[in-house]
């Protein structure tokens, strides 16, 4: 019998090579960029962490330490940390068309975006909309 349970912790992005197969899955993307010298960030690093085991399954977590990816700054247009982006598929919109045009299908956007302290409840609202259901705890 186990008392403690291992905890899912965040993906921890070393290149935007690694985004491609996690967009890919079809499941929503929280990416939180940050630096370690930020105070903001290490408030919402213990939040993001508690997201990660949370959502296990359902979503992905990932963290982007904007000093480690540069790339990241230039490619997300990130002026501040630390900074929240949702990526997900586009909602699908209820037409007479009996199927999506190809080139909708599978396209991934941006479905939300925010920097600064945010509360918990919001962002597990944001993921949830988007598709997340929370594990089984």
Known sequence: MAIFRKRTKPV???SLDELEPLVASGQPVLLDFFQFNCAPCKV????????ADEYAGSAHVVKVNVQQVPAAIQEFKIRSTPTFV???APPAK???KASPAPE???RVTTR?????????????RQL???GAARAAQ
């Open 12 to 14: 921890q992005l070393r």
């Open 128 to 130: 949830e909309s988007n």
């Open 86 to 88: 949702l990526l997900g």
């Open 104 to 106: 909708r299908q599978g």
């Open 94 to 96: 209820r037409s007479k």
């Open 112 to 124: 939300w975006r925010g920097s600064g302290l945010v509360k918990k409840d919001f962002l597990m």
């Open 44 to 51: 919402m690093d213990g939040i993001v962490n508690e997201l």
